[in-house]
């Protein structure tokens, strides 16, 4: 296969950036000892890639006079566009270097736990903060999130995980927040005494958990795993708001981050308990590879960060 059939429509340069910098170097100036000083480099390496590029384009681009050099006159036609060209090279590494969202516009996906409480709060703190800042909200599973993410339609994603993620092609994974697991039961469904409730007991009781294929769930599934307890949900939904609800109908009870609730109070038709034997799920703030973070979403993080109060399952 040819260069041009590698790249229809598109055919590869004939010089390398570095030789076009060397030649803007050179002439302005006005010798290679001079353009070296100004780069950095040595005045054989500049001579090579002179040469390389005198060759490439099969043209004279300096005369060398006793004491420097001068532009012929190919030299100088060609050096404006030479310049245009480094010009746009550096504004496309600028570019390159900006989050894609617009300066007052934040652009971010989660999870249902985090979308209940957590980040509303966050966001409302952020807005007073800034005001007319402008926040576009993507909710779904994991995923969903990084594909997104990937493509450009969000600039940060908040996805539920264990803290040692596998690798995600083009995206950077760390930890933002970690969340206690907690058990919902329907009212004095395990007696009016508010004690924790073992990881060993709740593989006893009829499960309401979330579909297949969240962060979360699979959290619980590795929990169970590593206790060698069987985990066999009796009922499967797809949201928080729906588990609450068959909670609170005597479905059976349900492990959830403690996080999705408000800090004060169970929720209506159910009765709150600490879970113990479970780690804390950790959420995972997902964001470009290389591409930095707007100022709004770095000061959501910070945010997030400050509105957390369920680090552990003490």
């Known amino acids: 296969m040819s260069r041009r059939e590698a790249l229809p429509g598109l055919s590869l340069p004939r010089a390398a950036v570095a ?4 030649f803007v170097a050179i002439a302005r100036g006005g010798s290679v000892g001079r353009a070296a000083e100004l780069l950095g480099r040595t005045q054989p390496s500049l001579s090579a890639r002179l040469a390389r590029l ?6 004279r681009l300096f005369r060398r006079l006793a004491r420097g050099m001068t532009l012929t006159a190919e030299g100088a036609r060609l050096l404006p566009r030479v310049e245009a060209v480094l010009r746009d090279l550096a504004e496309l590494d600028r570019a390159a270097g900006l989050p894609v969202a617009p300066p007052g516009e934040l ?3 989660s999870g249902d736990a985090l979308g209940r409480e957590l980040l509303p709060r966050a966001l409302a703190a952020l807005t007073r903060r800034i005001p007319g800042l402008e926040v ?5 599973p994991g995923p969903r999130l990084l594909e997104a993410l990937r493509d450009g ?5 908040l996805v539920a995980g264990p803290a040692a993620a596998g690798h995600v092609e083009a995206v950077d994974l760390e930890p933002a927040l970690s969340s206690r697991i907690e058990v919902l039961t329907p009212r ?5 005494r508010r004690g924790a409730v073992s990881l060993s007991r709740l593989a006893g009781e009829r ?3 979330l579909q297949p294929g969240s962060g979360f769930r699979r959290h619980l599934e590795n929990a169970f795993a590593a206790a060698r307890l069987r985990f066999r949900p009796a009922v499967e939904v797809g949201n928080l708001s729906l588990v609450r609800r068959f909670v609170a109908a005597g479905l059976g009870v349900a492990p959830v981050p403690a996080v999705a609730f408000s800090a004060r109070e169970a929720p209506p038709g159910c009765d709150r308990r600490r879970l113990n034997g479970l780690q804390p799920v950790t959420y995972l703030r997902a ?7 707007s100022e709004p979403t770095r000061d959501l993080l910070d945010e997030l960060k400050g509105h957390s109060a369920f680090s552990s399952n003490k």
């Open 54 to 59: 005198e060759s490439a384009w099969g043209t």
């Open 207 to 209: 499960l309401v958990t």
């Open 188 to 192: 004095d469904h395990l007696g009016r």
């Open 107 to 109: 652009r971010i996906g």
């Open 19 to 22: 030789e076009l910098v060397g």
């Open 136 to 140: 576009s909200l993507l909710e779904g």
């Open 287 to 293: 964001v470009r590879a290389g591409a930095p973070l």
């Open 153 to 157: 339609e969000i600039d940060l994603a």
